[in-house]
Every structure is written in C-alpha cells, then in structure tokens.
C-alpha cells in the first residue's frame, strides 16, 4: 500500500506474536476518516483465543506503542474498537513522499521486479483482410498497457502482434477473386472491398458447390507457393497491414515482432511429426485430433484431412518459436475470452509435449465492448470499426475545446489537432482500462468524453491544470519546484507546510504507486493503474476545492511546499498514464 506499511507491520508483530508478513497482510485502510492511516483488525485473533476483538486490540496497540520510537512518521498507535490503528505524522509524511517524487521524476512509481525478463505479449493481433473491428480495440489497448507496465516493472517486453493472414478463407477469397476479383477497386476501398468477396462469395456458395472445391484448390496453390496466388495473397496482406497501421499510428503504437500466421507454415511439420512420434495424435475421418478428454478439454484439431494445418497448429508452432527467441518467463495472451478453450488446449498439448514452460503461458481475456447507443455510423453494416471510434472521439474532443475557447472569448489554442488527438484518443484507450478486464464494457459517448468523473480527460485535464499553475506561480515567484540548483528552491522548501489530513491522504495515494504497478503487473489488470490515478486525482481535487487552500497566496512558504506537492500530484499522472499507453496535454 505505502511506505508506512512494513514499519507498522513491525511493531505489530511482537505485540501479536506473528511474523511480520502475517501482520502485514492484515493491514487496510481504516474504514472512515479520522480513525488513523492504517488499520488491522483483531477478529481473527480474538476467535483464536477467545476473546473479544476490542479487548485485544487496546491490548496490542498498548505493546505495540511502547516500542515506537518518539518523533518518527508514526505518530501514534491507538485501539478503535476492534482495531489496532496508526496515526501518521503529517509533516513528516510530506516531507519523505513528496521529496521521493521529486527526486526520482520520471522514475518516479518504477520498479525493478522484471529483473529483465523477457515477455512477449501478443496483442491486437488482427486478420488481415477484415476491418479492424471494435472487438479488436479491447486487445489492442490492453496489450499495449501490458507492454508498458511490464516495461515500467523492469521486465523486457516484446510487442507482437500475430497477424492472421494464413487458413482456408484465403482460399475462398482467392476463388470469389478469379470470377470477379478488381485490382482498382481494392487499391481504392481496400479492406471493405475484401469484405464485400467474402460476403459475396458466402452468398454464392449455397447455389454453386463448385466454388467451394476451388477455394480448396485455391488454398492449396497458396500453401504450394504457386505466383499468383502468393502475388495476391501479398496484396491483400499489404493493402490491410497498411490500413491497421493508421489506427496503430493513431493509438501511438509500435510493435516489436510483427509476424503473420504464415510464418509458422514451414515450422509446423516437426510439431506435428512430435506430437505423433508421442503418440498423441488420433486419425479421425474428418481430422487429425489430440484428444484432451481426460483434461475435459474436448479434442483440439491439428490438421485437416486435405492435410491443411489449424489455428492452433500455428499457434503451437510460434509458441515453441518464441521460447527459442525470446526465452521468455513469461508469455501472454491478450485474446478475448471467447478463446480460453483453445488456450487450455494450447497449454495442455505443450505440456503433453514437455515443454515444461507451458505453464509460463498466459491467457489474459477480456470481457465483450458493448455501445449504449447508435449514434455510430459504420461503413459496414453492424460491426464498428475501431478507426471510425478513434475518429469520432478525436472530432469530438475538438468540439469541446473549440467550444470551451470561445465560451471564455479566447481563439483556439495553439496545436488545436495534435490536443484533439491526445483528449480523444486517451479518452477511449481510458475507458477500456479503467474496468477490471474481464468485465463487459460499455461505451457511452457522453460519459468517455466527459472532463468530470472516472475519465481520460478528466486525469489529463488535472495534470495539465497543474501545468498552467506552476506558471503562475513562476510569474509570481520566479521560480519553480523541479527546476532549481541543488539547495535551493525546492530543497529550501518546508514541506512539514503540507500538515491537513487531505494532503496527508493525497502524498498516501501518491507513495502506493509502485505498489499499484506491482499488482498491475502480476494480475496483467491495468485498471488497478487506473483506480490509481483516478484516486490521486481525486484526492488532489477534494484540496483543492477547499476554500481556503490556495496554491498562490502571500505566504510564499506555504505556496512553496504546496506548489511542490501539486507538482508531484502532476508526476505520478504523468508517469502512470504514460504506462497505459496514454500522452498527457503540457496543457488544456
Ligand atoms: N487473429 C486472432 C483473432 O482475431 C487472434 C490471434 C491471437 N493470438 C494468438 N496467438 N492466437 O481472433
């Protein structure tokens, strides 16, 4: 939780007569203000040894105050009811949380648990020639937080994203193409049009058999490399690569291995030839299988009976690829939930294979997005298309700010696109993250957007409104926390200033940070980043609401230490919205 934790933890435990990790692992937040910073509670061991919890609890806060050391950060320990509290040293609590931020600035909420480990992540991972669906924004946007908390954590991670450009249905789409295929109008409407052949060519189908035969065929010189159908094949590849790559450009994501299905066609054959010299594979009329009854994993099909390989056939293969390359300890999955059987399956085949690192393997799913109204126009009937969200956000937040500007009869502001950008697109990768993963999302245009509430903009608008004070304040004062030679300015400042029980609940959401980045981390669940930053926010936002608590005023030394403290407030926002893959406005 924070700094004060394991101190606490400390004195408890003799009192107690546990270890320490014990008496840390019953340490919370008091329920209600005014009953101290940290709390544990005595009903366990009162059940144990049959007494009533408030009676224990003055007990141990009495031992356990006799050994605290007079004038340190914990000020007091005390019984409240059935718990054992502690009561932090305002001051003192400022003065180390505050001075911590400065000092480490972009550092700042880091860790080194990674220890350089690497970890490909697998994420966005979409099939080309299909539109880049809505279905696709949750992976997308998980994934590339991952990569950044993972990154944050001291792991070493590597964005891949596992293109779907290999399978059966290219071969439909090499067949509809022969009859009907338009080179002008596929350089003109690209993935639509590709689209357009698979509807048409499922429209065909029922009426004409033949088709189907020479989808087969058509797959087949694919696998076989005949020219042309790689020719086209490549193009249908190039021509989708190229439209995922403007919403990669706008969500500011870089991938480091991107790398089609169809890489792993030649490096299937010794899987596959492994996993029958094992045994393991059963000869049906339809298929080859591995029957994984006995794991209640059904049966996983490994190759088709005109000897075509599978989705998971592929993925086998590149997950013996990536262990090779990247010796990884751990390996993720950001695929939507529907595929947890083909993880399991997936998983188990590796283990069945003895690859004991299977279980290093990872499926991170997530729940469906769902919109709560249908104010989206899309191209294409009923899917939304992920690009089309992005920009109507971006057109969106543009009207805002224009609006916000001439409500206050200013112009627009300087670089009116690339803040566009940044509020529109922050505001729809924020609303994916701020919801336990798993968990279905909806989207209402209204709340994504809006500056108020558990909202992108809202965190980036505090940020940046701590920005426009500290140029106040340098016009006022002539200097600013952050800038200064060493022993002077923010080294002269007297943060023991920061002395209300707001400031004290700001810098103690401020120093669990890194903590919220560790559990991020080992659960792969950016929101708890997330309720992070919406709490530090908050919090910042609850002081400054109070009347009388102004960054600016006459007392310079209070304007001083609270000036820094708002500062930090900026850094923690800055540095945990930079993990979730989300760009911070110097200013709105
Ligand atoms: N292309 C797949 C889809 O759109 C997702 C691929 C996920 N990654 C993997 N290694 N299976 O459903």
């Known amino acids: 939780m924070n ?90 609590v400022a003065d180390e949380v505050v001075r911590t931020v400065f000092a480490e600035g972009e550092a700042f909420g880091r860790l080194d648990i990674g220890r350089g480990g690497a970890v490909p992540v697998d994420f966005s991972s979409p099939n080309i020639a299909k539109p880049f669906g809505i279905h696709h924004l949750r992976s997308t946007v998980i994934g590339h937080a991952l990569v950044g908390l993972l990154e944050a954590s001291g792991y070493r991670p590597i964005g891949i994203n596992h293109i779907g450009d290999w399978g059966t249905q290219f071969g439909q789409l090499l067949a509809i193409w022969q009859d009907q295929g ?34 087969r065929a058509c797959f087949k010189s694919l696998e076989d490399g005949e020219a042309e159908s790689r020719r086209l094949w490549k193009l249908f590849r190039d021509v989708s690569l190229a439209e995922f790559e403007r919403v990669y450009g706008l969500l500011g994501i870089r991938f480091d291995d991107v790398r089609g299905e169809s890489f792993y066609e030649d490096l299937m054959a010794p899987v596959l030839a492994e996993l029958q010299a094992g045994g393991l594979l059963t000869e049906s009329e339809e298929a080859t299988v591995v029957d994984l009854e006995e794991w209640d994993l059904g049966v996983a099909l490994v190759r088709k009976r005109d000897g075509s390989t599978l989705y998971i056939t592929r993925d086998l293969a590149a997950a013996d690829y990536r262990r090779t390359t990247y010796d990884f300890t751990r390996s993720l999955y950001v695929v939507g939930g529907a595929q947890s059987l083909h993880f399991k399956q997936m998983k188990q085949i590796l283990s069945l294979l003895g690859r004991d690192w299977a279980d290093q393997i990872e499926h991170v799913p997530f729940g469906l997005m769902r919109f709560s109204d249908r104010k989206m126009s899309t191209r294409s009937g009923d899917i939304i298309l992920l690009e089309a969200v992005l920009e109507q956000a971006v057109a969106l937040a543009r009207e805002t700010i224009l609006s916000g500007a001439s409500d206050k009869g200013r112009p627009p502001p300087d670089g ?173």
């Open 182 to 215: 338009d080179e002008a109008r596929l350089a003109d409407e690209g993935i639509d049009y590709l689209l357009s052949l698979y509807v048409e060519f499922n429209r065909r189908k029922a009426e004409q058999p033949e088709l189907q035969d020479r989808a």
């Open 416 to 588: 009116l696109d690339d803040l566009a950008r940044q509020i529109g697109v922050g505001a729809v990768v924020f609303n994916d993250l701020k919801h336990r993963r798993a968990r279905d999302v909806v989207f209402d245009w209204d709340e994504v957007l809006s500056f108020e509430g558990s909202t992108g903009p809202y965190l980036q608008y505090t940020a940046a409104r701590i920005a426009s004070m500290s140029d106040k304040f340098r016009d006022r004062f002539g200097w600013v926390p952050g800038e200064q030679p060493a022993g002077q300015g923010d080294d002269a400042t007297d943060l023991a200033r920061l002395d209300r029980p707001e400031e004290l609940a700001l810098c103690l959401a401020l120093d669990g940070l890194p903590a919220s980045l560790e559990r991020a981390v080992r659960l792969c669940e950016p929101s708890l980043v997330a309720d992070r930053l919406l709490d530090i926010a908050a919090r910042f936002s609850t002081l400054y609401a109070q009347r009388d608590w102004k960054v600016i005023s006459d007392d310079a030394a209070t304007s001083g230490a609270r000036m820094m403290l708002a500062l930090a407030t900026r850094r923690a926002l800055v540095n945990g919205l930079g993990w979730l893959g989300i760009e911070v406005p110097a200013r709105m």
């Open 3 to 92: 700094r004060y934790v394991r101190p606490f933890a400390e004195l408890l435990a003799p009192a107690l007569g546990c270890d320490i990790e014990t008496a840390q692992d019953g340490i919370a937040p008091p329920p209600k203000p005014g009953m101290g910073e940290l709390g544990f509670a005595c009903f366990a061991l009162a059940k144990e040894r049959r007494q009533a919890p408030p009676a224990i609890a003055a007990e141990v806060a009495a031992a356990a105050a006799e050994s605290l050391s007079p004038g340190g950060p914990i000020a007091a320990i005390k019984a409240v009811g059935p718990y054992v509290n502690a009561f932090l040293d305002a001051p003192q």
